[in-house]
């Protein structure tokens, strides 16, 4: 049976993606390849004759999110039984069978280093087979792919410079469902680089689960190129671009790296650092390979060799075994390192990792909401620190776009990733300004804009 109706050349994807930066960089290349197959994408999920979606298995309420979503294609599937429906990313790797012998709605099934494989199974899916591709490659970068850009701000791009994790910290599944650290050839990254500042784009956020860890051979003789060295090439030859980087693995966080950010006025002052807990015993258990004293000793580096920098982190409630005094170590690290920002999780086990196997998820769920509660309570309070030291300062402000909130006025970020709203007559998204800060609400700084005459 053939299951397509638009003819070939005609065909239209439609793309959902889930989870992290790295699944919507991902997202772009898998749109650049079907492209290149001769299949366009529609924002519209009715007319769309393939329906994927980059799928996320980092926490249990990211892929039960993703199994509601699939009850509205099943709906979709009845009232256009041709239409073809994908699932890929992280779940699909973990979930191939369920997927398929459960979900009888779907189609093809790809995992994150299959992509190329996608317009083949297109192929066989409809020709009435279920199509699937999950294996894992120690080489695939898409290294020459050139990604559709879908952030449609035309400012702001990703670009993916490695891929996988080789950490194994004992809670994530990333390093099964994305296999094997691998770093992408420097020259295509720097390509890509060029052709998104010749496009005008004016903000590249370099992206890989352990950016520190980067690391290609010198083609020309001995030793190899680390990430500061990237870092430094790409903000000297694009001076107009800012440069940010997430994530960093603060076991592989040098002060060569420290330096090469102070040394450059391009690249943003802002460091994602993942702590996770603020117990060296809880740390030890999730193997992240540093103790409490050694995490701040990176903090207290960061401070001095960059003055004015923010800090932002992860934070990880109710992990195996954690005692009321292990939590109190994490509110009290949070204070030492008074984060500007943070993303707080509640512990889910994820199967097959080295903490559902060696240890037991024994924090009761109700521990695990209160310790939450207590660290967004307590973020709450030191984002608003943060902020208050703003008013009266001016910072150079990268115009993203206009405020969701209020109408006539323009939003963007400082190097410090802080968004500003300022009424932004004269300027529009792409344009550097100077903006005095005059207040500021929980998630936002208020400003007007300066000319550098007032400064
Ligand atoms: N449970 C809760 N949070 C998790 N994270 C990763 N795995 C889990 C898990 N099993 C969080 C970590 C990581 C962020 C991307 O997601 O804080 O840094
Ligand atoms: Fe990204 Fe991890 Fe989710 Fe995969 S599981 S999409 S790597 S956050």
């Given at each position: 049976?053939?299951?397509?109706?638009?003819?070939?050349?005609?065909r239209?994807?439609?793309?959902?993606?889930?989870?992290?930066?790295?699944?919507?960089?991902?997202?772009?290349?898998?749109?650049?390849?079907?492209?290149?197959?001769?299949?366009?994408?529609?924002?519209?999920?009715?007319?769309?004759?393939i329906?994927?979606?980059?799928?996320?298995?980092?926490?249990?309420?990211?892929?039960?999110?993703?199994w509601?979503?699939?009850?509205?294609?099943?709906?979709?599937?009845?009232?256009?039984?041709?239409?073809?429906v994908?699932?890929?990313?992280?779940?699909?790797?973990?979930?191939?069978?369920?997927?398929?012998?459960?979900?009888?709605?779907?189609?093809?099934?790809?995992?994150?280093?299959?992509?190329?494989?996608?317009?083949?199974?297109i192929?066989?899916?409809?020709?009435?087979?279920?199509?699937?591709?999950?294996?894992?490659?120690?080489?695939?970068?898409?290294?020459?792919?050139?990604?559709?850009?879908?952030?449609?701000?035309?400012?702001?791009?990703?670009?993916?410079?490695?891929?996988?994790?080789?950490?194994?910290?004992?809670y994530?599944?990333?390093?099964?469902?994305?296999?094997?650290?691998?770093?992408?050839?420097?020259?295509?990254?720097?390509?890509?680089?060029d052709?998104?500042a010749?496009?005008?784009?004016?903000?590249?956020?370099?992206?890989?689960?352990?950016?520190?860890?980067?690391?290609?051979?010198?083609?020309?003789?001995?030793?190899?190129?680390?990430?500061?060295?990237?870092?430094?090439?790409?903000?000297?030859?694009?001076?107009?671009?800012?440069?940010?980087?997430?994530?960093?693995?603060?076991?592989?966080?040098?002060?060569?790296?420290?330096?090469?950010?102070?040394?450059?006025?391009?690249?943003?002052?802002?460091?994602h650092?993942?702590?996770?807990?603020?117990?060296?015993?809880?740390?030890?258990?999730?193997?992240?390979?540093?103790?409490?004293?050694?995490?701040?000793?990176?903090?207290?580096?960061?401070?001095?060799?960059?003055?004015g920098?923010?800090v932002?982190t992860?934070?990880?409630?109710?992990?195996?075994?954690?005692?009321?005094?292990?939590?109190?170590q994490t509110?009290?690290?949070?204070?030492?390192?008074?984060?500007?920002?943070?993303?707080?999780?509640?512990?889910?086990?994820r199967?097959?990792?080295?903490?559902?196997?060696?240890?037991?998820?024994?924090?009761?769920e109700?521990?695990?909401?209160?310790?939450?509660?207590?660290?967004?309570?307590?973020?709450?309070?030191?984002?608003?620190?943060?902020?208050?030291?703003d008013?009266?300062?001016?910072?150079?402000?990268?115009?993203?776009?206009?405020?969701?909130?209020?109408a006539?006025?323009?939003?963007?970020?400082?190097?410090?990733?802080?968004?500003?709203?300022?009424?932004?007559?004269?300027?529009?998204p792409?344009d550097?300004?100077?903006?005095?800060?005059?207040?500021?609400?929980?998630a936002?700084?208020?400003?007007?804009?300066?000319?550098?005459?007032?400064?």
């Amino acid at each position: 049976m053939n299951k397509s109706v638009s003819p070939p050349g005609t065909r239209k994807l439609y793309i959902e993606t889930y989870g992290c930066q790295m699944n919507v960089s991902d997202s772009e290349v898998v749109v650049s390849i079907m492209q290149e197959n001769g299949i366009g994408s529609t924002p519209d999920i009715d007319k769309a004759d393939i329906i994927l979606v980059n799928t996320c298995s980092i926490r249990e309420n990211a892929e039960q999110r993703i199994w509601g979503r699939l009850d509205v294609f099943r709906q979709i599937k009845k009232k256009r039984p041709e239409v073809l429906v994908g699932i890929i990313g992280c779940m699909a790797e973990r979930l191939k069978e369920k997927l398929l012998e459960k979900e009888k709605l779907i189609d093809i099934v790809t995992g994150p280093d299959s992509y190329r494989e996608l317009p083949a199974l297109i192929v066989e899916a409809e020709a009435g087979r279920q199509a699937i591709n999950v294996l894992l490659s120690r080489e695939e970068t898409y290294a020459d792919i050139s990604p559709l850009r879908l952030d449609r701000n035309g400012v702001s791009a990703f670009v993916s410079i490695m891929r996988g994790c080789n950490n194994f910290c004992s809670y994530c599944v990333v390093p099964l469902t994305r296999g094997k650290e691998r770093s992408r050839n420097p020259g295509s990254i720097l390509g890509e680089t060029d052709e998104l500042a010749e496009k005008g784009y004016r903000e590249v956020t370099l992206l890989g689960q352990n950016v520190n860890s980067y690391r290609w051979k010198k083609e020309n003789g001995p030793g190899t190129f680390g990430f500061a060295e990237l870092l430094a090439e790409i903000a000297v030859k694009h001076p107009e671009m800012r440069l940010r980087f997430a994530t960093s693995h603060p076991k592989d966080l040098s002060n060569e790296l420290l330096h090469t950010i102070a040394g450059h006025s391009n690249i943003c002052k802002h460091i994602h650092l993942p702590v996770q807990s603020g117990s060296s015993r809880i740390l030890k258990l999730m193997n992240r390979k540093y103790t409490r004293e050694q995490y701040l000793e990176r903090v207290s580096a960061i401070r001095e060799i960059i003055p004015g920098c923010s800090v932002s982190t992860d934070i990880i409630a109710g992990f195996c075994s954690e005692t009321d005094h292990d939590h109190l170590q994490t509110l009290s690290l949070m204070k030492e390192a008074e984060y500007d920002f943070a993303y707080m999780f509640k512990y889910s086990e994820r199967p097959d990792t080295p903490a559902a196997k060696k240890l037991n998820d024994d924090v009761p769920e109700e521990v695990k909401s209160k310790r939450l509660t207590e660290i967004i309570e307590l973020q709450g309070r030191l984002s608003a620190r943060s902020k208050e030291a703003d008013p009266g300062k001016t910072f150079e402000v990268l115009v993203e776009g206009t405020s969701k909130k209020s109408a006539g006025e323009l939003s963007g970020r400082t190097s410090q990733n802080k968004v500003v709203v300022f009424p932004g007559r004269g300027y529009k998204p792409g344009d550097y300004l100077n903006v005095k800060i005059t207040r500021f609400t929980p998630a936002t700084l208020i400003g007007v804009p300066v000319k550098s005459t007032d400064l």
